[in-house]
């Protein structure tokens, strides 16, 4: 089992739908939470960052942190084709700069 | 702008060469690493550098090396002795101990062997 799974999609969504993308963890440790965005030949650019459980909003992004169950989310309000990219979720241990990544979802919005 | 910059954009290398690809960052980051990004295989660290003229290696460090000798710079070189090279590379940096929220990417570099 790897220590974080993430579904890799494709995830395809109408134009203005909300998006939900979902990875989960084996390790209890990992305190610090990172969803990065990945445009096609492009490298990754951070997208939300949290700490611990809970939510935190940014413009259409949410990120959400569910320690107990060992999950993270990050939605997407009223998507747009310009959304279209593969989102990767990242993990890293209190005390380490090391992030665990996921394998990444991609997401196309149509139009 | 500060950023990174990963040179060439795309690479071949023959069977037997070794390649090196250019990293450089102004962001005046203290660390710095190299990932691999395969199809369906997410990023997996070969080297990291938390200071000048120091690395370590990281999850699938054989076949390459790298150099850290000054704070703005990271090489990577790709030698005969990786069996399998082609990929996309992707240079990061980051400011140490800030739990790798800092972590900022160059724009990849892909290597292809002919």
Known sequence: QKEVEQDPGPL?????AIVSLNCTYSNSAFQYFMWYRQYSRKGPELL???YSSGNKEDGRFTAQVDKSS???????RDSQPSDSATYLCAMTLGGSYIPTFGRGTSLIVHP | DGGITQS???LFRKEGQ???????QNLNHDAMYWY???????????????IVNDFQKGDIAEG??????KKESFPLTVTSAQKNPTAFYLCASSIEGLGGS???FGSGTRLTVV
């Open chain 1, 70 to 76: 060992k999950y993270i989310s990050l939605f997407i």
């Open chain 2, 36 to 50: 691999r990004q395969d199809p369906g295989q997410g990023l997996r660290l070969i080297y990291y550098s938390q």
């Open chain 2, 18 to 24: 070794n390649v090196t690809l250019s990293c450089e």
């Open chain 1, 48 to 50: 939300m960052y949290t």
């Open chain 2, 8 to 10: 060439p954009k795309y």
């Open chain 1, 12 to 16: 395809s969504v109408p134009e203005g």
């Open chain 2, 64 to 69: 390459y090396s790298v150099s850290r000798e």
């Open chain 2, 102 to 104: 800092g972590y900022t």
